[in-house]
Nanobody, 124 residues
């Protein structure tokens, strides 16, 4: 089993920045991807960003490209999402996700483990 704990959410004004951290514990997989999804009120959960644990290659949703950066620390088994130039439409609960295997897992059905989520609110 894998346990994921997110931190770093909060309230920020438009144009501001937040840094989300996800710490994984329990079993680790050498071939896996860690990433983030988000779910706004009344909307479906959507892919935000992912990083391949071994290669460090990344993938982003078009809506966050150029503003968000995902990184990982394999020694600490953590993944970080640096969010800059935040917009009100970025307001959502952000979930950490882990997928076993070598692909990014941009579909919620491909995710094997989920965190509990952390709220990000961007005021206009």
């Amino acid at each position: 089993q894998v346990q994921l704990v997110e931190s770093g959410g909060g309230l920020v004004q438009a144009g501001g920045s937040l840094r989300l951290l996800c710490a994984a514990s329990g079993r680790t997989f050498s071939r896996s991807a860690m990433g983030w999804f988000r779910q706004a009120a009344g909307k479906e959960r959507e892919f935000v960003a992912a990083i391949i644990r071994s290669r460090g290659s990344t993938n982003y949703a078009d809506s966050v490209k150029g503003r968000f950066t995902i990184s990982r620390d394999n020694a600490k088994n953590t993944v970080i999402l640096q969010m800059n130039s935040l917009k009100p439409e970025d307001t959502a609960v952000y979930y950490c996700a882990v997928r076993r295997g070598s692909s990014y897992g941009t579909n919620i059905n491909e995710v094997d483990y989920w965190g509990q989520g952390t709220q990000v609110t961007v005021s206009s």
